[in-house]
């Protein structure tokens, strides 16, 4: 092994001994004395005033020990970003999509429950409603909310450089638009809190949640408790991608009828719940022009979009200027202007989702370069690298990258799939592609204005010595974070893999923000990193007090103390570790000092070491509006080619293999980081092909369960080759960077590259249902004899 | 009207009382603590569910209890033996072939049902045997991985 003796390696996840066994504790898992359960009344209409409440019914029921509404909760609005609070617990006068929250109860079980929400009576009157961007945005149309004119949520309107004066300069210029579809994230785990609200007026809050600070902020503002008296404590969750990372009614309401009721609440959301809950990816309409030279530089993008976003904000000012701003990368753009709209309807609200808002942009331009680099009879690899940024290289929206291994990746997809060999050499019917990513590793500032650190982490060493502990409220949501930390925090203080624990996802732990914007390698690896530091230099310090040597001169490796001059005489030091463990069997022996010695010592002289760490990015980005939204420490960056087999009698479209490299900086956990590629590939080819959330004419969903919406299977899912790429991020722990989000961004349009190779003709709707592939094929054949 | 029913878990004689629209899922994991079994759908599409009853891999929502009634049943929580982690248990972690876990559950009994039959499957035997198995983690390959290599 090189440099390292834990980083970079195959470590096992500390979590998965007891995720095999059952033994993980998931929040519908847990259950409290005395506990109460929640369920929730929603609209059954998309948009429509509320005109009377009548809980008289529910509240006559036995068992029924609470019946909450917006009488009880208030009107204090809240949502993700500050400047967007939209929301409110529960809808007074008027609901806003087929799910909005009207009234809760608690009961002493669930059927109790559900049956005294059954028994709430609701009086509305229905307003016209709109469910398509065109509707929305229609002179006249019903507003959703009444400060927002034509239903306009937020707008973007960038320029970078001069669009039209590159235009000119241009030998080619093609436009093209391009639409996706509402995707759910689908995790497994339905959204479900415990909300327990005890005597002293304290209120603990497990949560599904991919954010426990920003719950913890909002469930404070929104009751009206003091922020320290907020506890929010992520157990084990199954999965998040996305829409676990902002606060849910859900949350709120069990809050709510704790304190109402003085008694735990848990609630959970249905498969429904969850796909109504939504916050998942927009749909994008996108509209890109793009401009080269006849040598194939990229000049000029102008880009168009807009999303509909449904029924409330969410992350959606975010989304809608991602979707402009990190087309800027990796290749060298030297005109972008973008102008974005969000847009609200009467339906579930969008919100981030895995490579949020840049995921639909990506897959348009990816494609439409493609065409580009065919119509400029460029293979489109060559024009990708004749055109890609480097190390170093700042985009014309003011990101730095400080480390990008882009050309890499595209040299090691190219080999790794054996471009050169298959591309137009395939079979009709078989098709081979190409596209590449780029992607934010954390966002640069916290989503509310503050200058809090983004992450502290404590680390606390055992009396004994034996074990360190890694305090951090951030979210282990599967990704395997809390393996990366304690790997992290091993290595730093030279010790074992094995002798480091970790306990994250507790605000009580510290600040967090959370895990979203693929953020927390980098940043609380950070502050780890730091922690660990800190602990050391306290041992290291105590141990040269005792044995009169500078601290510079000693280090600790593998859990023994090095001493770059040789090994001093420590008997004393271990006499007086051996003296009061009498009765053990696992003495510290041989020639060397053991850090479990050096830290008794440490403990003895000083008391409990305790050692914190805190990282906060430095002032990123350019001066113009919105210039925050895209900034991050460091950039990610990916190429995936893949291969497709097309029937031409069905239009079914078949994905045979993938070949992917990521950048991902310096690898901490190898297996992890092709987990994390393997993973986003499969939702990547879930929402090419068939993932769709689909309405009916009332803004009711009509495939919220697993059956119809469809998310791939083992059968439907190619294998990977993943080839990790590895910068070394001079901003990052390590040289480490992100890998969970950004590795979604090549698959869609390698994908639909692909088919068109397959196929001989371009498809600028997702998903590829077979359907719209066989209209595509039939369309052409008609073309062609015309 | 609560009825009173027999099974064997995880060989263990265990007697209950359940309601007649109580499922199986929810006896074990409401009234017996087995909360390794999980629930991410309840209505047969997500596998998160399955356990393994009378041999059979089934899921577990769609099981009414008192249909358990007489039934031998394994959970996750029944994989472990007095020697240690099954082997399928071991390869999952050594593989990398979980994450959040929340479907790792179900995949193992799944697999275990596989391999109980087919000790030596290929890649196509196992990505059907845990077709009914969603994963939105893991893309599955370290799943297929692990599952090829118990036997090898
Ligand atoms: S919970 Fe039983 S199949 Fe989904
Ligand atoms: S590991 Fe998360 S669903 Fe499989």
């Known amino acids: 092994m090189g440099k390292y003796d834990v980083i970079n390696t195959r470590a096992r996840r500390l979590d998965a001994p007891d995720k095999a066994t059952g033994r993980a504790k998931y929040v519908d898992d847990i259950c409290l004395p005395g506990m109460l359960f929640g369920a929730m009344l929603q609209s059954p209409l998309p948009h429509a005033e509320i005109l009377n409440i009548d809980t008289s019914a529910a509240k006559k029921l036995p068992g029924v020990k609470s019946v909450v509404t917006a009488e009880d909760a208030g009107m204090v609005k809240y949502g993700v970003s500050p400047a967007r609070y939209d929301e409110t617990v529960f809808c007074k006068d008027k609901v806003h999509y087929i799910g909005d929250e009207v009234a809760a109860v608690a009961a002493i079980d669930l059927d109790t429950a559900l049956e005294a929400v059954s028994l709430i009576k609701v009086d509305y009157e229905e307003l016209p409603a709109v469910f398509t961007v065109d509707e929305a945005v229609a002179e006249g149309a019903p507003l959703i909310h009444e400060d927002f004119p034509r239903n306009i949520c937020g707008e973007v309107h960038n320029e970078f450089g001069d669009v039209e004066k590159a235009f000119k300069e241009c030998d080619l210029i093609r436009t093209d638009t391009f639409k996706n579809k509402r995707q759910d994230a689908g995790f497994l785990e339905p959204n479900g809190c415990i909300a327990d609200f005890d005597p002293l007026g304290r209120l603990t809050l497990y949560s599904s949640t991919q954010v426990p600070h920003y719950v913890q902020r909002i469930v404070a503002m929104v009751l009206g408790l003091p922020i320290g008296k907020v506890r929010v404590i992520k157990p084990c969750i199954g999965g998040g991608f996305g829409p676990k990372a902002g606060t849910t009614p859900m949350e709120l309401i069990a809050c709510l009828l704790s304190m109402k009721t003085g008694k735990p609440v848990k609630m959970n959301y249905t498969r429904e719940q969850v796909f109504l809950f939504g916050r998942a990816r927009h749909q994008f309409v996108h509209t890109m022009t793009t401009g080269v030279k006849k040598d194939g530089t990229l000049m000029a993008l102008k880009n168009k979009c807009y999303l509909e976003g449904g029924a409330y904000t969410s992350f959606g000012i975010a989304t809608v200027y991602y979707a402009g701003s990190l087309l800027t990368g990796p290749y060298k753009l030297r005109n972008m202007k973008y102008d974005g709209y969000r847009i609200y309807t009467n339906k579930p609200t969008c919100g981030a989702q895995r490579g949020h808002g840049s995921v639909i942009s990506r897959a348009a331009w990816e494609q439409q370069l493609d065409c580009v680099a065919e119509d400029l009879g460029m293979d489109p690899l060559e024009f990708r690298l004749k055109n890609v940024m480097e190390t170093g290289d700042t985009t014309i929206n003011d990101l730095y990258t400080s480390s990008l291994g882009m050309k890499e990746c595209l040299e090691a997809v190219k080999t790794g799939s054996t471009w050169k060999e298959k591309r137009g050499k395939l079979p009709k019917g078989k098709g081979i592609g190409l596209a590449g990513g780029f992607f934010v590793s954390g966002a640069g500032y916290p989503i509310y204005r503050s200058d809090t650190p983004h992450s502290t982490v404590t680390i606390k060493l055992s009396d004994d010595g034996g074990n360190a502990r890694v305090y951090t409220a951030s979210a282990e949501i599967g990704q395997g974070s809390d393996t990366t930390f304690a790997m992290i925090a091993a290595e730093t203080l030279g010790i074992p893999l094995s002798d480091v624990a970790v306990s994250s996802g507790d605000t009580d732990f510290g600040v967090d923000l959370g895990a979203y914007s693929s953020r927390q390698t980098l940043m609380t690896g950070h502050a780890t990193k730091r922690a660990a530091e800190n602990v050391k230099a306290q041992v290291l310090a105590v141990l040269s007090e005792q044995l009169d040597i500078p601290a510079e001169e000693m280090d600790i490796k593998k859990g023994l103390i090095e001493f770059r001059n040789g090994n001093p005489d420590f008997e004393g030091l271990r006499t007086r570790y051996l003296k009061e463990h009498r009765g053990w069997t696992d003495h510290p022996g041989g020639d060397d000092l053991t850090f479990r010695e050096a830290a008794r010592v440490a403990f003895l002289e000083k008391g409990p070491i305790v050692g914190s760490g805190a990282y906060k990015p430095g002032d990123l980005g350019g001066k113009y509006k919105g210039a925050a939204v895209g900034t991050s420490p460091a950039y990610s960056c990916s190429a995936a080619v893949v291969e497709v087999g097309v029937d031409m009698e069905t239009g079914k479209v078949t994905v045979d293999n993938m070949t992917d490299a990521h950048d991902c900086g310096f690898a901490i956990n190898r297996t992890s980081v092709e987990a994390q590629l393997q993973g986003s590939l499969s939702m990547g080819l879930g929402e090419t092909l068939f993932e769709e959330v689909k309405f009916d004419n009332k803004g009711g969903i009509l495939n919220a369960d697993f059956g119809e919406y469809k998310i791939p299977t083992a059968l439907d899912m190619a294998p990977v080759d993943t080839i990790i790429v590895e910068s070394d991020e001079p901003n990052g722990p390590y040289g480490a960077k992100e890998v969970g989000e950004g590795a979604i961004l090549p698959t869609i349009p390698a994908i639909l590259n692909a088919v068109y190779d397959a196929i001989g003709v371009r498809i600028w709707e997702l998903p590829l249902t077979p359907e719209r592939v066989y209209m595509a094929i039939k369309k052409k054949k008609e073309e062609q004899k015309d | ?152």
């Open chain 2, 1 to 152: 009207m609560k009825k009173l029913i027999q099974m064997t878990i995880n060989d263990t004689d265990c007697e209950i009382a359940v309601r007649p629209n109580q499922t199986l899922a929810d006896v074990l994991r409401q009234e017996l603590g087995l909360t390794g079994t999980k629930k991410g759908c309840e209505v047969g599409e997500c596998g998160t569910c399955t356990v393994i009853l009378n041999g059979k891999p089934v899921n577990s929502c769609l099981v009414l209890a008192v249909q358990a009634d007489g039934c031998s049943i394994l959970t996750i929580e029944g994989m472990q033996t007095d020697e240690g982690l099954h082997p399928i248990q071991e390869a999952f972690i050594d593989k990398g072939a979980i994450q959040c876990g929340f479907c790792t559950s179900g995949m193992i009994l799944s697999a275990k049902s596989l391999l109980d039959q087919n000790p030596h499957p290929d890649d196509k035997e196992v990505r059907t045997a845990i077709s009914g198995n969603l994963c939105r983690c893991t893309g599955y390959q370290k799943i297929v991985e692990a599952i090829k290599g118990v036997n090898e």
